[in-house]
């Protein structure tokens, strides 16, 4: 993947997470079509919010998205966005939930990705030049 940088204003940034969004009591609801479902609801909250759903794919029980997000958002804004939005998409799809309204756990994992290595970052900061 080509090194994209988000250009604005006062900031150039490379954020990007790995998330993954459980089904409530990680339940096996899903099917190909309602994943369709999911993920084409994940890309219309990440246009709205100005962020980029990189890549999607999930399981009988869970999804995984890599996001690309502004630092003007929070993860947590941005997973409320994808649960909520999706949930309501996937009723209304005629799917049936795991219990009663809710579709996802209130839980959910993310990792940050892409960039050097740690041990190379803490080796690069260790070898900048001081001011004599």
């Known amino acids: 993947m080509a090194t994209y940088f988000r250009k604005e204003r006062h900031s150039v940034t490379d954020l990007k997470i790995h998330l993954v969004c459980v089904t409530k009591y990680r339940r ?54 994808l649960k909520g939005v999706s949930s309501r998409r996937y009723g209304q799809a005629g799917y049936k939930k795991p219990h009663k309204e809710a579709l996802w756990s209130p839980s959910y994992f993310s990792v940050s990705v892409g960039g050097a290595p740690l041990e190379i970052l803490k080796t690069y900061i260790q070898n900048q030049e001081k001011p004599s």
């Open 28 to 81: 096996w609801v899903f099917t190909a079509e309602s994943l369709g479902v999911i993920e084409k609801s994940f890309r219309e909250v990440a246009e709205k919010m100005d962020f980029q759903i990189l890549e999607f794919n999930g399981e009988g029980n869970h999804v995984h998205a890599l996001i690309e997000y502004p630092p003007k958002l929070s993860i947590s804004q941005i997973v409320n966005a």
